[in-house]
């Protein structure tokens, strides 16, 4: 063999481990969609999510987030995220009920004595045979703890007119979500519901196709709905975090290292967002009060009182999840 030749076949093999050292080395990116403008509360926390994600795995795993509904509507992220085009879904768990109808019950409206009450029932078995059922249909599942993300901190009506109790809800055009339970609850409180994509609330307001909607306080800035609906009501619906579902198949992929980087990100991001939601919310408060909205804390109790009759007519025809009150009274 000439030395030109053999010189040839080394060349051609330090390539080859070089190749394969930088295909070793190539970090794994995953993509992360969400609803929210990335300057807004929530968007600010996913960004804080994928910084630490690079971090605490030492640039093994990037998060690439996709905000403002960039890779489509709910069912169209939903079937992404099964087929594992998408890797994190960052939503209500409320979604995941294509998987296991029962997960439409993790926030149920004026159910809940407190936010800590909610996270009780968010941990007990029941809830987390919901999560499984969903996981064993779908291959998704939440990453850590479910209720790590505050979304809030409270939640508030936001419309065009004064909303001062129960008795202005009525007749009221009430932009929803695509959720039954959602759609029943607020019509038995009165509304006239009519379901829109969350990013056409604004111009719907501005077009009186709907005159309010109910939203986390710490989105409604952000959302721009202070501008086109003026009037801001407390009613403390329910209690609700952000859901970082994940297509599991990708996390069994990661390396150790990796699921542990990742989980240590999603904890301290946790952290993050209710550091800064109260903050936030108080913030955004003043400043849409300085400039003519009104923010008025609605009496719940005539919402949870009618609510009580609508839960106990569910209940008698069998369409409450078994348990579900069971689990609610004994994680008060």
Do not use: C
């Amino acid at each position: 063999m000439t030395l030109m030749k053999v010189l040839s076949k080394i060349f051609l093999l330090l390539a080859a481990v070089a190749l394969f050292g930088a295909n070793a080395m190539a970090a794994d990116v995953w993509r992360m969609a969400t609803k929210q403008p990335i300057d807004s509360p929530e968007g600010k926390v996913f960004q804080r999510f994928a910084e630490l994600t690079d971090k605490y795995t030492n640039g093994e795993l990037k998060i690439q987030v996709f905000p403002h509904e960039q890779l489509g509507k709910e069912n169209a992220v939903l079937e992404q995220l099964q087929a594992g085009a998408v890797h994190i879904y960052a939503e209500g768990f409320g979604y995941m009920k294509k998987w296991a109808p029962e997960l439409a019950w993790v926030s149920p409206a004026f159910v809940f004595d407190d936010y800590d009450h909610w996270v009780r029932f968010m941990d007990t078995k029941l809830v987390k045979g919901w999560f499984d059922k969903a996981a064993s249909v779908s291959g998704v599942r939440p990453l850590g703890n479910p209720t790590a993300i505050l979304r809030g901190p409270y939640r508030v009506m936001v419309a065009n007119k004064p909303i001062n109790g129960l008795a202005d809800v009525n007749g009221l055009k009430l932009r929803m979500h695509a959720n039954k339970l959602a759609i029943a609850t607020w019509t038995h409180l009165g509304a006239e519901v009519i379901t829109l994509p969350w990013t056409e609330v604004h111009q719907s307001i501005q077009k009186n196709i709907v005159h309010a909607v109910n939203s986390p306080i710490a989105l409604v800035k952000s959302m721009r709905f202070n501008e086109v609906a003026p009037n801001i009501a407390r009613h403390n619906e329910y209690w609700q975090s952000v859901g970082f579902m994940m297509n599991v198949a990708a996390y069994d992929k990661l390396s150790e290292a990796s699921r542990k980087g990742l989980l240590r990100a999603y904890d301290e991001s946790g952290a993050y967002s209710r550091e800064i939601m109260g903050v936030i919310a108080n913030s955004d408060i003043k400043e849409m009060k300085s400039k003519g909205t009104t923010y008025t804390e609605l009496d719940t109790g005539p919402f949870v009182e009618k609510m009580q009759n609508f839960y106990k007519k569910m209940e008698s025809s069998g369409e409450l999840p078994a348990g579900f009150l069971e689990a609610v009274n004994a994680s008060r």
